[in-house]
């Protein structure tokens, strides 16, 4: 399964950017897919997680602020991200499971920088 992100950019504090992370290759409905955000200096971090079925999960700071979403139709998986704030600046990734107990497959990333 090949995942390409789209979306990121440069905002201001407090506005509002929607990623999209667009699967092929793959049986999409089938995989849990998450988003990820990494920023300089750190872990990579999950923050968010949409089964096939559009069960969500969210974690850490995006909690209310972050929307993951998916559209089987379009094999494609978004992140709604409102209010954003400096310290969202990252790369953020998304990645899909076929729960094997590993994320098995990865976007190359999207820059998304706030300034303040």
């Not at 990121?8 to 092929?24: I, N």
């Not at 923050?47 to 909690?63: E, F, N, V």
């Not at 998986?77 to 994320?103: F, H, I, K």
């Amino acid at each position: 399964v090949l995942l390409v992100e789209s979306g990121g950019g440069l905002v201001q504090a407090g506005g509002s950017l929607r990623l999209s992370c667009a699967a092929s290759g793959g049986m999409f409905n089938l995989l849990l897919m998450g988003w990820f955000h990494q920023a300089p200096g750190k872990e990579r971090e999950l923050i968010a997680t949409i089964t096939g079925k559009g069960w969500t999960d969210y974690r850490g700071p995006g909690q209310g602020r972050f929307t993951i979403s998916r559209d089987n139709a379009k094999n494609t998986v978004y992140l709604q991200m409102n209010s954003l704030r400096p310290e969202d600046t990252a790369v953020y990734l998304c990645a899909g499971t076929e729960l094997t107990g590993e994320w098995d497959y990865w976007g190359q990333g999207t820059q998304v920088t706030v300034s303040s």
